[in-house]
């Protein structure tokens, strides 16, 4: 009887485990041939850098490498789906704040935009805000434009984003406080500038 319990959890994990993967959007990133010097010549492989995510706020990345290149791409995709983070995105829309991120020569800023502005970005940075769920956002690559460093990057700049109500709870404070007092203090300087002038 135990036995048929246990049998029957299982089904149940695996069956809500494929649905979640099947909310799952993959993004082939960059496919490429490498070679390996061998005593009869060369050996041919392919490794590809995947991006996936739930276009809900978590994404992950991850690269393969096999002598063919499904093989390649389903090897990155395990891994990708292995290291999913979830970043707070502001409306289910945007992200919260500017940011900066850097991974070796790879330097991306990415900026949050108001509705109606659409994804900003080119080449591997898209497809990582794009799988992410982002709709509005401007990116920049201002560094090196190889695929890997350029998907880490935006990595990085993704986990520095946090929610006000992330930053209320590490000062132990209410989000309106947060979020007050940022209008306070822009008004404040608005004032300040039209007593100047």
């Given at each position: 009887?135990?036995?048929?319990?246990?049998?029957?959890?299982d089904?149940?994990?695996?069956?809500?485990?494929?649905?979640r993967?099947?909310?799952?959007?993959?993004?082939?990133?960059?496919?490429?041939?490498?070679?390996?010097?061998?005593?009869?010549?060369r050996?041919?492989?392919?490794?590809?850098?995947?991006?996936?995510?739930?276009?809900?706020?978590?994404?992950?990345?991850?690269?393969?490498?096999?002598r063919?290149?499904?093989?390649?791409?389903?090897?990155?995709?395990?891994?990708a789906?292995?290291?999913?983070?979830?970043?707070?995105?502001?409306?289910?829309?945007?992200?919260?704040?500017?940011?900066?991120?850097?991974?070796?020569?790879?330097?991306?800023?990415?900026?949050?935009?108001?509705?109606?502005?659409?994804?900003?970005?080119?080449?591997p940075?898209?497809?990582?805000?794009?799988?992410?769920?982002?709709?509005?956002?401007?990116?920049?690559?201002?560094?090196?434009?190889?695929?890997?460093?350029?998907?880490?990057?935006?990595?990085?700049?993704?986990?520095?984003?946090?929610?006000?109500?992330?930053?209320?709870?590490?000062?132990?404070?209410?989000?309106?406080?947060?979020?007050?007092?940022?209008a306070?203090?822009?008004?404040?300087?608005?004032?300040?500038?039209?007593?100047?002038?």
């Amino acid at each position: 009887m135990a036995r048929r319990d246990e049998q029957r959890g299982d089904r149940r994990n695996r069956s809500n485990e494929e649905e979640r993967d099947s909310e799952i959007v993959e993004k082939l990133v960059h496919i490429n041939r490498v070679a390996a010097t061998v005593k009869g010549g060369r050996r041919f492989s392919f490794a590809a850098l995947m991006v996936v995510g739930d276009q809900k706020g978590r994404v992950g990345f991850g690269h393969g490498k096999a002598r063919e290149v499904p093989e390649a791409i389903r090897k990155a995709t395990e891994e990708a789906k292995k290291s999913m983070i979830r970043v707070p995105l502001r409306e289910s829309r945007t992200l919260h704040h500017d940011g900066n991120g850097r991974w070796g020569a790879g330097k991306v800023m990415v900026r949050a935009a108001p509705p109606g502005t659409g994804v900003i970005a080119g080449g591997p940075m898209r497809a990582v805000l794009e799988t992410l769920g982002v709709q509005d956002v401007v990116g920049k690559s201002v560094g090196s434009s190889n695929p890997y460093n350029m998907v880490r990057a935006t990595f990085e700049a993704l986990k520095a984003q946090s929610s006000p109500r992330q930053v209320a709870a590490k000062r132990g404070k209410k989000v309106s406080d947060v979020i007050g007092r940022r209008a306070d203090g822009a008004s404040a300087q608005a004032a300040a500038a039209d007593a100047e002038g």
